[in-house]
């Protein structure tokens, strides 16, 4: 189990120090997503090398660049913590991190992939250092997923009607945490 605690400080008011337990949990990649993401790394790796001596030095620098900033935000933007306290659930990325108040959550369950009905992907990832961003399904409309592997999922739906799905590694812990928490509000 990959479970830590740290200790922040919070300072409410002068003088005052207030400590904040934050429960740590990963999401990790499957076997099918980092075979995904190097699979894709390396057809599109090829394109430069395939390019040279067929594209000017200025071009294929500029090509080279292009795909680098491409496979960088998607790494950037990709999940891979999340992370408890008293109130809320951020989930970590580098870039972007996303933050859930537990007095915004209206409902949590365990959900399989297949039953989430997705049908394309209209904004992010679909395997390349896991999925994540805005994908559509007929039965349940828009979701977001943030989720590094297919397995072990669990869909947050808020009071807004958001439906947010996650993927912690160690799920059972990490869902108990949260209905504890949420059952505090």
């Given at each position: 189990m990959h479970?830590?605690?740290r200790k922040?400080i919070?300072?409410?008011?002068?003088?005052t120090?207030?400590?904040?337990?934050m429960?740590?949990?990963?999401?990790?990649?499957?076997?099918?997503?980092?075979?995904?993401?190097?699979?894709?790394?390396?057809?599109?790796?090829a394109?430069p090398i395939?390019?040279?001596?067929k594209?000017?030095?200025?071009?294929l620098?500029?090509?080279?660049?292009?795909?680098?900033?491409?496979f960088g935000?998607a790494?950037l933007?990709?999940?891979?913590?999340?992370?408890?306290?008293?109130?809320?659930?951020v989930?970590?990325?580098?870039l972007?991190?996303?933050t859930i108040l537990?007095?915004?959550?209206a409902?949590?369950?365990?959900?399989?992939y297949?039953?989430?009905?997705i049908?394309?992907r209209?904004?992010?990832?679909?395997?390349?250092?896991?999925w994540?961003?805005?994908?559509?399904?007929?039965?349940?409309?828009?979701i977001?997923?943030?989720?590094g592997?297919?397995?072990a999922?669990?869909?947050?739906?808020?009071h807004?009607?958001?439906k947010?799905v996650l993927?912690?590694?160690?799920i059972?812990?990490?869902?108990k945490?949260?209905?504890?928490k949420l059952?505090?509000?």
């Open positions: 479970l830590s605690f922040n919070i300072f409410a008011k002068k003088n120090i207030r400590y904040n337990t429960e740590t949990y990963t999401c990790k990649l499957n076997t099918l997503s980092k075979t995904i993401t190097i699979a894709t790394l390396c057809a599109v790796a394109i395939f390019s040279m001596g594209l000017p030095p200025k071009q620098l500029l090509l080279i660049l292009l795909i680098a900033a491409l935000m790494y933007l990709r999940p891979y913590q999340y992370l408890l306290d008293h109130e809320k659930l989930i970590h990325k580098q972007l991190p996303k537990f007095k915004d959550i409902q949590i369950e365990p959900v399989d297949k039953d989430l009905g049908k394309f209209m904004w992010g990832s679909g395997g390349l250092w896991g994540y961003g805005i994908f559509y399904s007929f039965e349940k409309g828009k977001i997923l943030q989720i592997n297919k397995e999922l669990m869909m947050i739906t808020t807004q009607g958001q947010i993927s912690p590694t160690e059972q812990e990490f869902s945490s949260l209905k504890q059952q505090k509000r």
